[in-house]
């Protein structure tokens, strides 16, 4: 079984900090997702990544397969990315099932 | 954009009861998904679907969980007879392709169980 920890779990940033989020994984996998979940509960998919790296806006998120390793990182933040950060991985032999970590709460203050 | 879309956005129950929940996934995508977020815990994989039949499912959907597709858009999880560790909320999900896709998640239905 596959174990995904992400540090850290809690993050409080001042608007406009650069901020990252790591996930850890143990077992080889054939993607990862990164979500953001809102405090109403609904969750939106930010990236799926399998290798390198992918920008989008201010966010960009990167995974390094040899390491089970990957970073989100939120360029000059703002009060609005405040949310729920969550990765989720896909296991090599488990077909589309998603194993998810715990999730980083990210507040940024103004 | 098209969005996933679940309904109720809560449902109250009594334990013993069934309940069901709804999804109208993507239209074009071929794979369901349903999760669980029991409250201040992870998001847990139930069961994925596809082709009218479940593709994988995890230990936790066990005989009190269903899973159906009656029509061309609805998809629905059933729990024939719900216990208070049923409480949580639920994810409905779809995607286009199997592997190494996006998979899109609808807002949730909260489900309280008495």
């Known amino acids: 079984k596959n174990e995904v920890e992400q540090s850290p779990q ?3 940033a001042q608007e406009g900090e650069f901020i990252t989020i790591n996930c850890s994984y143990s077992v080889g996998i054939s993607a990862l997702h990164w979500l953001q979940q ?3 509960g609904g969750i939106v998919s930010l990236f ?3 290798s390198g790296k992918k920008k989008h806006g201010r966010l960009i998120a990167t995974i390094n397969i040899q ?8 360029t000059a933040s703002h009060p609005r990315d405040s949310a729920v950060y969550i990765c989720a991985v896909m ?3 488990a077909g589309n099932m998603l194993t998810f970590g715990g999730g980083t709460r990210l507040m940024v203050k103004p | 954009e098209p969005e996933v879309t679940q309904t109720p956005s809560h449902q109250v129950t009594q334990m013993g009861q069934e ?3 709804r999804c109208v996934p993507i239209s074009n995508h071929l794979y369901f998904y349903w999760y669980r977020q029991i409250l201040g815990q992870k998001v847990e994989f139930l069961v994925s679907f596809y082709n009218n039949e479940i593709s994988e499912k995890s230990e936790i959907f066990d005989d009190q969980f269903s899973v159906e597709r009656p029509d061309g858009s609805n998809f629905t999880l059933k ?5 208070l560790e049923d409480s949580a909320m639920y994810f409905c ?5 199997r592997v190494q896709e996006t998979q899109y998640f609808g807002p949730g239905t909260r489900l309280l169980v008495l």
């Open chain 1, 10 to 12: 809690n993050l409080t």
């Open chain 1, 38 to 40: 809102h405090p109403g």
């Open chain 1, 48 to 50: 799926m990544l399998s």
């Open chain 1, 67 to 74: 390491e089970k390793h990957s970073s989100l990182h939120i």
């Open chain 1, 91 to 93: 296991n090599n032999n």
């Open chain 2, 19 to 21: 309940v069901i929940l």
């Open chain 2, 79 to 83: 729990i024939r007879s719900t216990k």
């Open chain 2, 93 to 97: 999900a779809s995607s286009d392709t």
